[in-house]
């Protein structure tokens, strides 16, 4: 038997309205503010993410799916959602100005890195995410925060926390650099082994170490905020004066850093509670990247945005017990007594389907008591029971399951106008008795 590859899942029938239930709210959300959806290519050049996402990131120098296809070309699948849309955007000229500006695009689907495989952390798992291109707006930093808050708001979701972060201009961040490399060096022998190896090429990254053996030393760090131009300075202090005018709750905290190198002024990170997604916290993450679409070939326009795991999303409200509607009630259910009504419980059910009832009917002929077993977990509303005699008559008995009341109806009132059967017989019991009574 071959199994699916370590890291994967499948997505089962039974689980994925949840799964539907999610993207809907979300694309209703995205359509509300304007954001238009892109699909890229699931492979992309391997330079694209080596430019974009950087070297010294754990995605590129560890996670990366990357092969070289029968043309020799290096390929990767796609580890994150930025590089590609930024690619696109850049290769389409979507920056021109037959499209509306500031450029908004959103995004949902499957990425790819070679990981540790545990709860909230797959080698495939689904992202939905946003970018917008253009704005160097404060209001569009806070304008997709308020997007990803709302998001969690709709969907239920409790006690997730907000955490923003500037990480300043990239000479602001070069200068900081330093001070932390100056201020982490004496510690050295005394660092974890990963924040060994990145306290020269990815210092920051120092910051959002979970080993105990860092945390001693980043609570004392030097704050990257301390190192902020007055213009980084202004623009985030503008992002939290608004967010403060829409009530939407967050902390600053300057040991978030985000992995990816891209990223500069506005940062944020949507984190919960241990335990809640495994030894996960994050569930949504973003910020600023206004030099990336130059770094990569493009004009030079800023950048904004977030990418949100759905698998952790789903974990949260699992674990969060939020409800989620199940599947529309089944309009009618067609029982068969045996095999002689074949053709007219398919002529039926056709019928009912083409006048946009939700209908089934049943195709194994077993016993009556376990056809109304199927019909009652699919919560019928109608149904009616064919057999000889309703192969031979020009009549059906439909029952409505709730009220037990039966009514015989032609099948050519049926075949006329199946949806208004269904009406007098669902919805409103006066008219179904007039009906009955023939007035
Ligand atoms: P982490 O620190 O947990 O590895 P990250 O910083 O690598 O997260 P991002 O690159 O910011 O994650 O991706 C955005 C979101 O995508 C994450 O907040 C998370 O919800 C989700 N995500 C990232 N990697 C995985 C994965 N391997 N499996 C499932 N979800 C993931
Ligand atoms: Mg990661």
């Known amino acids: 038997m071959i199994q ?19 993207e809907d709210v979300a694309r209703d959300l995205f359509d509300q503010y304007l954001y238009r959806e892109i699909r890229t290519p699931i492979f992309e050049a391997y330079d694209l993410f080596s430019r974009s996402v950087g070297n010294s990131s754990d995605i590129v120098s560890k996670e990366m799916y990357d ?33 509306a500006q500031p450029f908004k695009v959103y995004y949902m689907g499957p990425y790819f890195r ?25 209001a569009t930093d806070v304008e997709v925060i308020s997007l990803a808050w709302q998001l969690f708001q709709e969907l239920g979701l409790k006690e997730i926390s907000l955490q923003i972060n500037s990480l300043g201009k990239p000479a602001d961040r070069q200068v900081y650099r330093q ?10 022998n005394e660092l974890s082994e990963d924040s060994q190896k990145r306290l020269h090429d990815n210092p920051l990254r120092v910051l959002d170490s979970k080993d105990p053996k860092d945390k001693r030393f980043v609570k004392e760090a030097p704050s990257i905020l301390d190192y902020l131009s007055d213009e980084s300075k202004e623009h985030f202090d503008q992002v939290q004066l608004m967010l403060k005018r829409l009530n939407i709750p967050f902390e600053v905290n300057d040991k978030v850093v985000r992995g990816l190198d891209y990223y500069q002024d506005t940062i944020f990170e949507f984190v919960v509670d241990d335990n809640q997604i495994g030894a996960q916290s994050t569930v949504c993450g973003g910020g600023r990247y206004d030099g990336l679409v130059q770094q990569i ?36 259910y067609i029982l068969c007594r045996d095999a002689s009504v074949n053709q007219l419980a398919m002529e039926l059910v056709q019928n009912a389907r083409q006048a946009g009832l939700i209908a089934e009917r049943d195709y194994l002929f077993r016993s009556i008591k376990s056809q109304f077993k199927t019909a009652g977990k699919l919560k019928a509303k ?7 005699q309703e192969v031979n008559s020009e009549q059906v008995i439909i029952k ?3 009220t037990g009341i039966e009514t015989e109806i032609s099948k050519e009132d049926l075949y006329d106008d199946f949806y208004g059967v269904y009406r007098r017989l669902t919805t409103d019991t006066s008219v179904i008795d007039k009906y009955f009574r023939g007035e």
Request: hydrophobic share 35%.
């Open 67 to 99: 092969f070289f296809d029968k043309g020799e070309r290096h390929i990767s699948l796609r580890p994150e959602g930025t590089a590609g849309v930024v690619r696109a955007y850049i290769e389409n000229k979507l920056f021109g100005p037959e499209h």
């Open 114 to 138: 070679y990981e540790r495989p545990q709860a909230g952390r797959q080698r495939q798992f689904n992202q939905l995410g946003v970018e917008v291109f253009g704005s160097e707006n404060p």
């Open 4 to 22: 699916k590859m370590k890291g994967t899942v499948d997505i089962l029938p039974q689980e994925i309205h949840r799964w539907q239930y999610v």
């Open 297 to 332: 070939g493009g004009p030079e326009k800023p950048g904004f945005g977030f990418g949100l795991g759905i698998e952790r999303l789903l974990l949260l409200m699992d674990q969060q017990a939020v409800s989620i509607p199940d599947y529309e009630p089944v309009d009618l």
């Open 179 to 188: 001070a932390l490399i100056a201020y982490l060096e004496p510690h050295f």
């Open 400 to 402: 409505n399951q709730e």
């Open 382 to 388: 109608l149904t009616i029971m064919l057999g000889d």
